[in-house]
């Protein structure tokens, strides 16, 4: 699938304040049975963000007015652990999220990375951006949400920085694979450039072996 | 230069390597079910691609399945346009599919192995984070998002960063009534549900090794648990007798079985291979585990108690209570005093044949206690069968408990298997989030045999000091 490529933007950040946040709040099972791939953006976070009789739950922090049409979701260490559910990363970005920031823990061997593996994949592959900012960054970015909801920021990935839009403006580098950065900022189709290596494939398959017996018993 | 078990399989998938480290990595074996694939089809129908090795993949249907007797008739019509929707893509693509009714249809985890889809030395992969199972056999498998699906079935690759390793060493034996759950969820409990994040583990030591393949599998399953998205362990003797105790018709026969043996034994990572991280836990010390919050990693010993909000390393205590409040547990409530309203006996961590005798030798001769529900689902029709056939379905029957047909059922409730607000479960799966067995219902994750001796009692009871109470005999 082409992606549109990443661009910079100018967004409300929306909190989120919980670790480990996982794939079953964000998008839970009952609305995995769509066989489409839009419309999952009204069931993020279902179980927390409406009441019992379906309306939305004003305690919610995704529902404060002040943070009505985010483009950013700021959150704790552990996103999007869980299952691979892609329909996870469908629904951050139906809603309106283009980037998620986390925190990593850690440093060297003994990081441990702000988001959930398979997560944070899908996410490359449908152009949402995941940044990871140190454990004192985001909390410095919740304090100022908290002073000033609604507060908004800049997300640069060309140049890999968050400048968040307080006065005095707070600019915060992060890392990003070089890779994932080009990917996302050209929107490539993963498929059409695999497909360019077919007679790669063909040749490795000529010396593969597969281990399959019966190929097709049905 | 030495290698180990992962770099060995990685090393002979790469069809290419690109600029920036990303490698075009050659799949074996694709899985498929029926909630992860239909967009990843439809993909391909938009954009006019074919599916490149049809018979690489292999679909069943599982997670929507009903398992109650009447299942033919799937009343949920949004679950039935799914299940349809698998059927029409994979008679269009001509991919094998073994759906609702077929002897083979399970949860696709399980049927992997039974029917020698999985073998060692492959990479592997299906639209589920426990597609981690298969590692067991000495195999490269993991889960991926749709978007990937779709890549694996027009190219059969995937592009893929080369994971980190982590070994980590199970020393000793395992002491009388704990298992590989209990293992499993004390390392999760140990490096926390993303201690494993960006790493691909690899099981080892004596207490990996004693271990069958059903056990080897509970762990491989529960790695994604730690973050992880593959767990490994070297096939050995007891890797290739699974393979030929039964007819699996996908594994290589005869003279092609002995030449793939001959280069399985080759797999284990090498005496002075180096890994990125490592980790020994004694087995011997592990005591059966019970979780008390909201993510795996938040459990204990069945002979401790729900911990103080300041008291969990790797969770604020604002995160405790937040977890503590669903749960409704309150700091300092042993473990062995919270009673139970329903036991689920299933799911792709503990649903195979192993895993039911191990639970129906607790129960046999034995009575589910008043009030509380025990639903048990084999993780395939297979299993099913020879449950069956060795007399299991009646010793849950007798004891009260209910026998289904195979489906993932109420590890995520997809289809009606589903806990109601405030019903607190002891389950063998592996997902205790909030919400995930049913909006609003509480999960505590045990071993097959702790979930039948909860059964029994009601409430969680040490299997080691109630299995030298009572008689519990082998089955």
């Known amino acids: 699938m082409k992606l549109q490529p990443f661009k910079t933007f100018r967004g409300i950040i929306a909190p989120l304040d919980g670790s480990n946040v996982d794939t079953d709040q964000i998008i839970p099972k009952q609305f ?33 007015p002040a943070v009505a049409g985010a483009q950013i979701l700021l959150t704790r260490n552990n996103f999007g652990c869980g299952s691979s559910r892609e329909h996870a990363v469908w ?40 940044v990871e900012l140190t454990e004192e960054e985001v909390e410095t970015i919740f304090e100022a949400v908290a002073q000033s909801p609604g507060v908004e920021a800049t997300v640069d990935l060309e140049n890999q920085a968050v400048t968040l839009h307080t006065s005095p403006e707070q600019s915060y580098s992060f890392e990003v694979d070089p890779t994932v950065k080009d990917h996302l900022l050209r929107g490539l189709d993963d498929i059409a450039l695999t497909l360019q290596y077919e007679s790669a494939i063909t040749a490795f398959e000529a010396k593969h072996a597969t281990y399959l017996a019966n190929e097709k018993p049905r | 230069m030495a290698k180990t078990l992962f770099d060995k399989i990685w090393d002979r998938h790469v069809v290419e390597t690109f600029e920036g480290g990303t490698t075009l990595l050659y799949i074996d074996r694709h899985l498929v079910h029926e909630v992860t694939s239909p967009q990843a089809f439809e993909g391909l129908r938009l954009s006019g691609r074919a599916v490149r090795r049809p018979e690489l993949s292999f679909a069943t249907m599982d997670h929507n399945v009903p398992t109650t007797p009447d299942r033919a008739t799937v009343r949920d019509p949004v679950s039935k346009a799914q299940m349809d929707a698998l059927e029409t893509h994979c008679r269009d693509f001509d991919i094998a599919l073994y759906g609702l009714g077929d002897p083979r249809q399970g949860i ?22 426990h597609t981690s199972t298969h590692g067991a056999f000495g195999t490269l498998a993991f889960g991926i998002g749709t978007s990937e699906v779709e890549h694996v079935l027009a190219t059969q690759t995937l592009r893929q960063m080369r994971p980190r390793t982590f070994r980590v060493e199970f020393t000793g034996a395992l002491s009388p009534g704990t298992t ?17 994040t960006g790493y691909v583990l690899e099981y080892s030591g004596e207490a990996v090794e004693t271990l069958s393949m059903e056990a080897r599998m509970t762990i491989c399953n529960m790695s994604i648990e730690a973050g992880a998205r593959a767990g490994m362990i070297a096939p050995d003797e007891t890797t290739y007798a699974y393979i030929e105790r039964e007819a699996r018709p996908f594994a290589p ?24 991280r490592t980790l020994a836990i004694d087995a011997s010390e592990i005591a059966p585990q019970v979780t008390w919050g909201t993510n795996p990693g938040m459990v204990t010993d069945v002979t401790g108690r729900v911990p103080g909000f300041d008291d969990v390393p790797g969770s604020t205590p604002r995160d405790v209570e937040k977890a503590l409040n669903y749960m409704g547990l309150s700091p300092g409530i042993a473990m062995t005093d919270i009673t139970l309203d329903t036991i689920f006996i299933g799911s792709c961590t503990n649903a195979r044949l192993e895993d039911l005798r191990g639970a129906a030798g607790i129960l046999r001769g034995r009575k589910v206690a008043d009030r509380t529900r025990l639903l048990v689902v084999p993780g ?6 020879q449950a069956e056939e060795e007399g299991l379905d009646k010793i849950f029957t007798d004891a009260g408990g209910e026998w289904r047909f195979a489906g993932c059922s109420m590890c995520l409730g997809m289809n009606p298997d589903q806990l109601k607000p405030g019903e607190r479960a002891a389950s063998t799966s592996n997902r205790n989030f909030e919400g995930r067995q049913g909006k609003g219902g509480r999960t505590h994750l045990v071993s097959p045999e702790m979930a039948a ?9 040490d299997i080691r000091e109630w299995q030298k109470e009572n008689e519990v005999a082998a089955l």
């Open chain 2, 108 to 129: 696709v985890h399980i049927i992997g192995p039974e029917l020698g889809i999985t073998v060692p030395g492959l990479t592997m992969v299906c639209g589920d984070s």
């Open chain 2, 180 to 196: 590989a759950k209990d293992m499993i969820l004390d390392l999760i409990g140990r490096i926390g549900t993303a201690g494993g």
């Open chain 2, 253 to 276: 026969q005869g003279p092609d079985l002995d030449e793939a043996v001959a280069f399985w034994r080759t797999l284990s990572s090498d005496p002075d291979a180096a890994f990125d």
């Open chain 2, 453 to 461: 001796a909860a059964a029994v009692e009601g409430h969680f009871v």
């Open chain 1, 32 to 64: 995995l049975k769509s066989i489409r791939r839009t419309g999952f953006g009204e069931s993020l976070f279902f179980d927390w963000r409406y009441l019992p009789n379906g309306d939305p739950d004003p305690a919610f922090s995704l529902n404060q």
């Open chain 1, 91 to 130: 629904a951050v970005m139906q809603y309106g999220f283009n980037c998620v920031i986390a925190p990593f823990r850690g440093e060297g061997d003994d990081r441990i990375p702000a988001f959930a593996d398979i997560f944070r994949n899908n996410g490359v592959k449908n152009g949402l951006l995941t």
């Open chain 2, 380 to 385: 395939s029709a297979e299993v099913r069968r």
